[in-house]
């Protein structure tokens, strides 16, 4: 069995036979955000992957000055990225109530952590990875 080295696939040679593997690559960065409803009662959290293209494109649109903190103009930008069709698929989520109209805050300092190795992301859309964790 002969295995080639590559970042998003794998092709694994056995008995004359090419299979393939998507190989899913780890998010470089994430942001925790609350789940509040319109009235400002907490539903829960969720938290946002995005690609490294993604993340380095955020980066350069909004270059470190110094230290001030979690790169706050990057996290807002993935904040404001989530798309209509994301926010619908967050609202449908077991466990949260339908039909809500959510506003998404931050909540400070991240409080969950989400091993990707072990925990498959709730969605993923346009690159992104999303896990919804419903609860206060």
């Known amino acids: 069995m002969r295995k080639t080295d590559c970042l998003s696939r794998c092709f694994v040679k056995r008995e004359n036979v090419i299979t393939k593997r998507v190989v899913k690559m780890p998010s470089a960065h994430k942001i925790e955000l ?7 009662e907490p539903l829960g959290l969720v938290i946002v992957g995005i690609p490294e293209d993604q993340f380095l494109k955020l980066k350069a649109e909004f270059p470190d000055k110094g230290f001030s903190g979690q790169r706050p103009k990057v996290n807002q930008a993935i904040k404001e990225g989530i798309t209509k069709q994301e926010r619908d698929h967050i609202a449908k989520h077991p466990g949260l109530p339908g039909n809500t109209k959510l506003k998404f ?30 609860g206060p």
């Open 105 to 134: 805050q931050f909540e400070g300092i991240p409080r969950s952590y989400v091993d990707e190795a072990k925990e498959k992301p709730s969605f993923e859309s346009h690159g992104k990875k999303f896990w919804i964790k419903p």
């Open 34 to 40: 609350q789940i509040v409803s319109p009235s400002g």
